[in-house]
């Protein structure tokens, strides 16, 4: 666990990277009788693109998962808004930039990670904008090296606009404290919601990855969604619930 010096608020980031929670789901998965189809290849046609990836229903409650013509059976269908985008509704777009540093963000040369959160009316903006930095000590770059991410929301979309554009404008206030990058990677996404909420058809959809660094919403949305799907609140104890 590493702290923010001088504060006393803990915060949590996992060695190697966001991918090592996924990687652990599955193999939780796996001892529990988990079935997988991983981007499964059909007589060496590629899955999983637009429109390969569609819900079963029978009596308008899902009932499985089509991956071109073969069906995954279940009683219920997890899913982020990636894999079913038609059952969402668009409520605005992320910028993003992913930057590789071989110097320290200025100001933060004695942290090995940390964030720092730009409220909205400090930098002329409506929406705050967030920095995320960490390097060597979670095994996500060399010694010496640096991976720093910023995102905010949108507030202005600009027609047929470049991700290095749009971030530009949106996130010059993060980008200033980069100094002299050796790349940095600009990527535009649409913040996408859940047209129903699956209890009446089972189809149970997340939201999209807002800007925020720190996955408060996002564990929000996943207890909201576990709520929805078990009809109960999750309770987590170190022992035995009584």
Partial sequence: MLRFPGMTSPYLYTLYGLGELPQAFARLAAVHGGTYMLNRDLE?????????????????????????EVVARTKLVIADPSYFPQLCVPVGKVVRAIALLDTPVAGAEDCDSFQVIFPAAQVARKNDLYLFCCG???????????????????????????????????????????????????????????????????????????????????????????????????????????
């Fill in 44 to 68: 060496g046609v590629p899955v999983f693109g637009p429109g390969d990836l569609t819900v079963e229903y029978e009596g308008g409650v899902a009932c499985g998962i089509k991956v071109q």
């Fill in 136 to 242: 060597a000590g979670h095994k996500v770059a060399p010694q010496g090296r640096y991976v720093a991410f910023l995102s905010t929301t949108v507030e202005t979309s600009v027609e047929g606009e470049s991700a290095q554009a749009t971030a530009a404008r949106e996130l010059a206030a993060g980008l200033q404290m980069l100094g002299s990058a050796t790349r940095i990677f600009f990527d535009v996404t649409d913040l996408m919601k859940p047209a129903k909420d699956g209890t009446a058809d089972k189809v149970f959809v997340s939201e999209s990855f807002d800007a925020t660094t720190h996955f408060e919403t996002a564990i929000t949305d996943v207890l909201a969604m576990y709520k929805r799907i078990s009809g109960s609140d999750l309770v987590l104890t170190d022992g035995p619930q009584q």
